[in-house]
């Protein structure tokens, strides 16, 4: 069997060391051919001296020039006899189209995670997608370069992979009316302000919102998940993935976060994904397709289980989600607009700038704004996500 080669787009994230967790149970498969890391270095060292990997890339100029300076190359060469070669931040769409590289996992959290996705698209790769904001942003642009290049796009976000697995193998997202489904259910764990009384969300805390009741995520994801944007976003991945349109996607609250998501189908059968909460589940299923691997996770026990509940998404609790399915109905304008506003009024929340609820004010005043502009190439995206951000950072002082 020859090996996978694979590079790891955001390694020291929650994602990129599950999927490094995973690879080193199959040695015999799995090749770390690069690591691209943000500013933990002190990690990416780790991950350099346990995997070997040929390459690595610093996107973090300051963090770049404390590896560089820190000495941190001469420890590795002395530690573990390796040189990895350190690559520019210019050089990372190189890097995802390299001739060496079978396949990306996308792992880059935000808009910052398109331009190397879409290179390795473009290259003919095989894309582990996590990163939700690449889709959302440029849905049309990534299935184009899939058309054109043969690449493919295998989900990891856990509510995407268990649809993939409900799906039929043969699906087809160009002609999903000929299998017979009824309709997509992504299942939500309502975060960790689920039953809070609606007044209190207006005082909620960054350290609040980011302590998730069930999943061990970063900063931005996990206040996504509080405010259930990080399900917004969702919505509009599986239009793009799954072909379906919006009238036959939905949410369900479920707070166990042990049925992962469900397809619904026309014979009122109803497959569901389930297992225990951690990401290296999904990870290892698109990494050993078409085999199905050892994860590392641990297992289901449906005995211990005492109920499963599910319950419909409040939108006056969640009115991040009523966008989002507002966002539906015109995806290549609306949803970029979506995810460009909420990564602006996320981080002036984590930052205390604005209040939680806010989020929300921010967001619709800006797809309120922008609504009826019409998106001209590639180019034409990125100038218009810059100006969506200059924007909500202009009128933050204002919701």
């Not at 996990?222 to 991945?237: F, P, R, T």
Request: hydrophobic share 45%; net charge negative; glycine share 6%.
């Amino acid at each position: 069997m020859n090996k996978q080669s694979i590079v790891i787009l955001g390694s020291t994230g929650s994602i990129g060391v599950s999927t490094l967790d995973v690879m080193a149970r199959h040695p015999e498969r799995f090749d770390v051919y690069a690591l691209v890391a943000g500013s933990n270095i002190d990690l990416l060292f780790q991950q350099v001296i346990t995997h070997r990997p040929k390459k690595i890339l610093i996107a973090n100029a300051q963090a770049r020039n404390k590896w560089l300076q820190g000495a941190y190359a001469e420890r590795v060469k002395n530690q573990a006899g390796l040189q990895p070669e350190l690559l520019g931040q210019g050089d990372l769409a190189a890097l995802c189209q390299s001739a060496e590289v079978d396949s990306v996992m996308a792992a880059i959290v935000g808009a910052a995670g398109l331009e190397p996705t879409l290179a390795a698209l473009e290259a003919g790769k095989t894309v582990f997608l996590a990163n939700k904001e690449s889709l959302v942003l440029a849905g049309r642009f990534m299935l184009d370069a899939c058309k054109k290049s043969g690449a493919r796009i295998l989900p990891v976000d856990s509510e995407h992979n268990a649809i993939y697995q409900c799906l039929p193998s043969n699906y087809s997202s160009t002609d999903p009316h000929t299998h017979g489904i009824e309709r997509i259910i992504l299942t939500a764990s309502g975060g960790p302000f689920r039953t809070s009384p609606l007044e209190d969300l207006l005082s909620v805390t960054p350290e609040q919102a980011v302590a998730h009741p069930n999943w061990s995520m970063g900063k931005k994801i996990s206040v996504d998940s509080a405010s259930m944007a990080n399900k917004g976003l969702e919505l509009i991945e599986a239009l793009w993935l799954f072909g379906l349109p919006a009238a036959q996607l939905s949410v369900l609250i479920h707070p166990q976060s042990i049925v992962h998501s469900m397809v619904e189908y026309k014979d009122g059968s109803v497959l569901a994904q389930l297992g225990c909460p951690d990401m290296r589940t999904p990870i290892a299923h698109v990494l050993g397709l078409p085999d199905r691997i050892e994860s590392g996770s641990p297992r289901l026990n449906l005995a211990q289980i005492v109920q499963l509940n599910f319950e419909e998404p409040d939108l006056a609790r969640f009115p991040m989600l009523k966008l989002a399915y507002e966002a539906l109905n015109a995806p290549s304008t609306l949803a970029p607009i979506y995810n460009a506003a909420n990564e602006v009024a996320v981080e002036l929340f984590l930052n205390r700038q604005i209040g939680f609820m806010n989020i929300y004010s921010l967001v619709n005043l800006c797809m309120n704004k922008f609504s009826s502009r019409t998106i001209q190439g590639l180019d034409g995206l990125f100038d218009f996500d810059t100006e969506v951000r200059q924007f909500a950072l202009q009128n933050a002082a204002h919701v």
